[in-house]
């Protein structure tokens, strides 16, 4: 038997015996029966938020008292479609189209700092999203960067990130984007490498290869970047074995952190992406099952962690543990404030989201009437900031006791009493008496574990999709069991 058939038979040994584990904690409920999941990035989720006025969401908020709230802008602009994708935007040049949208930017984000009663804003970091920021034209890019940086006060931003896709930053006009993201303080790029399959990726319609993806990460960190590389498991192409060959060459790229995301078929958001079509259409290339998708997310683990690579925050892995995406803590860990410019954008203020409009004709128009361009919106009682101060920084890394009485005003000892007691007695959730953490395989169940502490009405899945064992979500997940007497 060759080296490498050693090495696979080794790695799908142990990913065979995780998946056992995860069965085990289908039959107790906590993990859905058909295996599906919705990763919890925000809670409540933001599909569910109803419609709201700018009054409602901002008439009564204040800036924090250090004046700091992070920003994420959003440029919904892509060269193609990938097929995973379930982001809305406009595809191709769209020159016009992306000098009108970045007029109306700047005019949103004047409009707010109206509403906020300041003159700049003062992040602790910045993160650039899309669609694909880099896919604006150098100028364009330029002509964005300095009326952005020209209303925040860079003073306490120890991070600025932007998104981006390989091809665009490559030939002379991606050097040029490089040069220009430089000069106005971007330090970290997060490239959408998403394979080093060719095959792969011609599957995920992608306008790059491997090769072209490795450049783009070698001249990233030329340039004095720090770099996080974004790879997709469970996709249509991939198989166990191509899995564990990408992930071998992943831990040896330019790179200082490797992110891995599960594919997520069913959208989370409200446009559903062409990938659905995999699933329905017995013609399309299959899309690996339940079973092959854990256990590719268990090789990657493995390999991971006999290359030296530490998980700093979920699903991002780095050798060193300072490295990670300081956006991210801020929002999920440390649960400060943060705003967000352009369509489809999420701004989370202390106790209450806000979200802007996924169209383009909505945005334009409420921005010409002097109007934010949020259309909706969720404002949490004590009991939703209760749940939301669990799912996100467990989620992301562990929930810190002082930080949760400092959020919420309760004391985490007295709120989930029987799910969290559970959750440890499943060996899921380790408490040190000042911190609560995912145990190794409450972590490869992060989003299950956490979504425990969703309300019954915000459960990715109705009741019926879960086995009804010791962690059903749906027990003991009333107000009196959330909250109790911790008030
Ligand atoms: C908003 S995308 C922007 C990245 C950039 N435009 C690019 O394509 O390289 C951020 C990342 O989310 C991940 N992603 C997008 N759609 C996904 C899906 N349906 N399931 C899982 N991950 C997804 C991809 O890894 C992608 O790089
Ligand atoms: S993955 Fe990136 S490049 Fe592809 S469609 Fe989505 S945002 Fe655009």
Redesign the pocket.
Known sequence: MSQQQERYDYLRKRAEEKFEIVQEFQRKGLVCLDGDFVPSVHYPPITQYPPVTQEFILGDYTVPQDGKIDIYVHIPF?ERR?L????PGKLGSQTEEKNKYLSYLEREIDLYLDVLGISKIKPRSILL????PTYLTPKQLEYFLKFLTDRIDMSSCAQFNV???PNSIMDEDGMERMRIMKAYGVDRLT??V?SLNDEVLKCMNRGHDAKRAIQALERSMDMGYQVNA???YGHPGQTFENWVDVVDQAVQLPAHELQF?????QAYGDLQ?A?INNRRNSDAIPIPDFKETMMMKQASYDILEENGFHENLRRVFSRQRKIFSHYAYNQCCNLFDQIGFGITAFSSYRDRFALNTQSFEEYYDKIDRGLLPVNRGYKRDTEQQARWAIVLPMKNRDVRKADYKRVTGLDFDKVFIKKTERLKRNGLLTDDGKTVSLTPVGKFLADEVVEQYNANEFQPFPRSNYAEGELNPYLDNTTEDAIGDAE
């Open positions: 892509c990938c995973f994708c379930h982001y999203g899309g669609g694909t998104d981006l896709d490239v959408g998403q974004e790879f997709i995301y599960r594919l997520k078929v992406g990938i």
